[in-house]
């Protein structure tokens, strides 16, 4: 699986917008483009992926760059919830193992 | 509960005993994964069964650990001659199928203590 590069922290007001970036300069053409977040002391949760379009479901928005070298998620309104450490991960859609490569995630801070 | 759930949550050894985590996924998943979390870091992979099998192993740090699924649904991993260096959180994991599509479910993890 192809690397990732995210910043290690972020912080954010209530109910503000927040834009985690991601840089995957090597992503091939067959990686899905995975979030996923973890909430203090649970395991990881899904929240969305996408492949080459940008992508909404209920919990955040996914932009993916048309080079699709880097990709944001967009929380929409953060709430404290929302704080957790966010996983950005690509996976083959050609490979068969499926399992997830994690790296250290950008840990998010949420200030009322 | 319709989740992934693993016991022990939480288990305190001594070094040099043997410890078994088990996981039971969510049922029908095919795919099942287990993971090591380390403080500060991200989970680390472990071995990933489809079905019955050991579909991949590569992430098992040595011959001390070795994990089972015998009919391809409850899974343990098992650690022998425990180290200190082990002591992290032991993430399970389980989707309908190994694909990339589909979501993986991850259980709240059992937190593992060498003395």
């Known amino acids: 699986d192809a690397k990732t590069t995210q910043p290690n922290s972020m912080e954010s007001n209530e109910e503000e917008p927040v834009h985690l970036p991601c840089n995957h300069s090597?992503?091939?053409?067959?990686?899905?483009i995975h979030w996923y977040r973890q909430l203090p002391s649970q395991g990881p949760e899904y929240v969305i992926h996408?492949?080459?379009s940008n992508v909404n479901n209920r919990m955040a928005s996914l932009a993916i760059a048309e080079d699709r070298k880097s990709s944001t998620l967009i929380l929409h309104r953060a709430t404290l919830r929302d704080a957790a450490v966010y996983y950005c991960?690509?996976?083959?859609?050609?490979?068969?193992?499926?399992?997830?490569?994690f790296g250290k995630g950008t840990k998010l801070s949420v200030k009322p | 509960g319709a989740g992934v759930s693993q016991t022990p949550s939480n288990k305190v050894t001594e070094k040099g005993k043997y410890v078994e985590l088990r996981c039971d996924p969510i049922?029908?998943?095919?795919?099942l994964y287990w993971y090591r979390q380390s403080l500060g870091q991200g989970p680390e992979f472990l071995i990933y069964?489809?079905?019955?099998?050991?579909?991949?192993d590569s992430g098992l740090p040595n011959d001390r650990f070795f994990a089972v699924r015998p009919e391809g649904s409850v899974s343990t991993l098992k650690i022998q001659r425990t180290e200190r260096g082990d002591s992290a959180v032991y993430l399970c994991?389980?989707?309908?199928?190994?694909?990339?599509?589909?979501?993986?479910?991850f259980g709240e993890g059992s937190w593992l203590t060498v003395v």
């Open positions: 994991a389980s989707s309908p199928e190994g694909t990339h599509g589909n979501t993986i479910y």
């Open positions: 090597t992503i091939s053409g067959t990686d899905y």
């Open positions: 996408g492949l080459t």
């Open positions: 991960i690509l996976r083959d859609v050609g490979g068969s193992q499926g399992n997830l490569i």
């Open positions: 049922s029908g998943h095919t795919a």
């Open positions: 069964f489809q079905g019955t099998g050991a579909a991949d």
